[in-house]
């Protein structure tokens, strides 16, 4: 498969554009063709923002996939997952959140089109991202208003 870039949909929006204008109203046949493209091109822009936005935010920091992760079994059939200094991961930050798109948004872009298969993760921990930076900023502002009234 060949892979589609936004200039090329903007072409086809154009050539299409082109003969929706045929008089006598017979380039309406064309307008699905046209909506079509344009919600193409809109999830592909949204997509290419929200990558970009993801690997902004995890400069600086080393990739999760450097880490060392191993999972410890103990002897009363639990599980726990262990990371970095071997300590049990207990709690998930922003932060490893952030890492964890920005490394999968590069994957995505290597891998181009094959890249798509990793969408729903991505969607996922976009939707967990903004699920707790939710939380963390009602709970901030909670805490604000007990400390205005002490």
Do not use: C
Not at 103 to 126: S, V
Request: glycine share 8%; aromatic share 6%; hydrophobic share 45%.
């Amino acid at each position: 498969m060949t892979k589609i870039m936004i200039e090329q949909i903007d072409d086809a929006l154009a050539t299409v554009a082109g003969l929706m204008q045929w008089p006598g109203g017979r380039g309406l046949a064309y307008l699905p063709i046209f909506e079509r493209l344009e919600r193409e091109r809109e999830q592909m822009a949204s997509l290419d923002n929200r990558l970009a936005m993801a690997i902004a935010r995890a400069k600086g920091r080393p990739s999760p996939a450097l880490w060392e992760w191993r999972v410890e079994h103990r002897d009363n059939g639990q599980s726990t997952i262990a990371g970095r200094a071997g300590q049990a991961m207990t709690k998930i930050t922003i932060e490893q959140i952030d890492d964890a798109l920005g490394t999968l948004a590069r994957l995505m872009q290597a891998q181009g089109e094959h890249g798509l298969a990793y969408l729903p993760i991505f969607e996922r921990l976009e939707r967990e991202r903004e699920q707790m930076a939710s939380l963390n900023g009602r709970l901030a502002r909670a805490v604000a208003r007990v400390k205005g009234r002490f």
